[in-house]
């Protein structure tokens, strides 16, 4: 009989030295449990451990994993500080009190924490990571502050002095300045979200931003650590950021001058266009938005932009509109043709005066002359399929 009872308890000993002691509350979530109850649960029959805090700190997560090995391991469980006499029914409301108390335990050290974060910065210091061009220090009583980092502090300074010239362009700032840093050895995000954020940031005028949070609303406080910053300067980076740039990509490519005009065959939505690189070259496509394909679940709708292209010029040829229709059409167009640069506006105007050779004009117009003509005499756009072109209802008046 002692033989038995000595195994037995060995089997336990194993069973909990597998498990761990759970000293830092991970005692639930770690995969060993699962794998150790599942290759003892022929032998093992009971658990053993403080209180029900260690299967979890969350009191759904803890019901379920307890429910989880009494039901389905079979496996009988028994906190030595808690007991509970599962065969009570009156006992059972203690479980939940008892795997409850440490989540509202948790909620109260969160909103502790919450509430001393926003105190600290309420005095002006700096809690979270050090913003580029500072460092995190600690002071005599163990407090967090930050301080202008030696190494980085002055190319944080250049990048403000050359956005505030307005000279360059911020991608070429962004540029020579993380080149700069690499040649020192300085770890430096050089990505243009970053850089655009670095220059925003008022934290560099010796600020501390505090969120907003129930009925508080968000603000700027003045911090307790130096500025890199003075604000003329940073008043006049925020003006160059602002200000818009000129030589601005066009909107329109010339591989693409029917996108935005193309309509999906089923669901009327309208193409988009991307180019596609293979080995050799780019391979231009009109197709649908992928984001809102992978939404609905179903596959992105494309076709060869160079075939939609050529059998677009071929469809113009059999377009011919009457000539009081082209009179007033041509009128409804002059306003619109002023957004448009001088030349496509005057080759606009003589597609629209020789209805008869549009596929002449299309060849000859520039891409927003193109643009601009397919999307005037099909507002309600196109749907190409099997190598030709269909109108929607709307455009019955061709």
């Known amino acids: 009989m002692w033989f038995h009872f000595v195994q037995r308890l060995r089997c336990y000993l194993r069973l909990m030295h597998s498990i761990g002691s759970g000293a830092d509350g991970d005692f639930p979530r770690d995969a060993g449990l699962g794998q150790a109850l599942n290759q003892q649960s022929r032998r093992a029959m009971y658990v053993l451990f403080k209180n029900w805090t260690r299967w979890s700190r969350d009191a759904a997560d803890a019901l ?105 362009t911020m991608d070429a700032i962004r540029k020579q300045v993380g080149k700069n840093a690499r040649a020192r050895g300085i770890k430096w995000y050089t990505s243009r979200y970053w850089f655009g954020e670095m220059l925003r940031n008022r934290a560099y005028l010796g600020e501390v931003f505090l969120k907003a949070w129930k009925d508080e609303p968000a603000e700027w406080i003045e911090g307790q650590h130096e500025a890199l910053i003075d604000q003329a300067t940073f008043a006049a980076v925020q003006r160059e950021v602002a200000r818009p740039r000129e030589g601005k990509k066009s909107k329109y490519v010339d591989e693409l001058p029917l996108r935005g005009h193309l309509l999906h065959p089923e669901t009327g939505e309208r193409l988009t266009g991307s180019a596609s690189r293979g080995r050799k070259k780019r391979y231009w496509y009109y197709h649908t938005q992928p984001n809102r394909a992978a939404d609905q ?54 597609a629209l005066s020789v209805m008869t050779r549009l596929r002449r004009a299309w060849e000859v117009l520039p891409v927003e002359g193109r643009h601009l003509l397919a999307g005037s005499i099909w507002p309600d756009g196109l749907i190409y399929e099997r190598g030709s072109y269909r109108t929607s209802p709307a455009s019955a008046l061709l």
Not at 139 to 144: I, M, N, S, Y
Request: neutral net charge.
């Open 297 to 350: 679940d179903t596959p992105v709708y494309r076709v060869r932009a160079e075939e939609a292209n050529a059998a677009f010029a071929k469809h113009l040829s059999a377009v011919s509109l009457a000539p009081e229709v082209a009179r007033a059409f041509g009128a409804v167009l002059e306003e619109a043709l002023t957004e448009h640069n001088q030349r496509a506006s005057d080759q606009l105007r003589y």
């Open 64 to 168: 379920v994993m307890i429910r989880h090995v009494r039901e389905r391991l079979g496996v009988e469980l028994c906190a030595i500080e808690q007991p509970i006499d599962f065969d009570v029914p009156e006992q059972r409301p203690m479980l939940g009190l008892y795997v409850s108390m440490p989540e509202a335990d948790n909620m109260r050290r969160s909103i502790n924490i919450r509430r001393g974060l926003r105190q600290a910065k309420r005095e002006g210091r700096w809690v979270h990571q050090a913003p580029a061009g500072y460092r995190k220090r600690y002071d005599d009583r163990g407090k967090v502050y930050i301080e202008p980092d030696p190494e980085s502090a002055d190319l944080v300074q250049d990048a403000f002095r050359l956005a505030a010239t307005g000279t360059m």
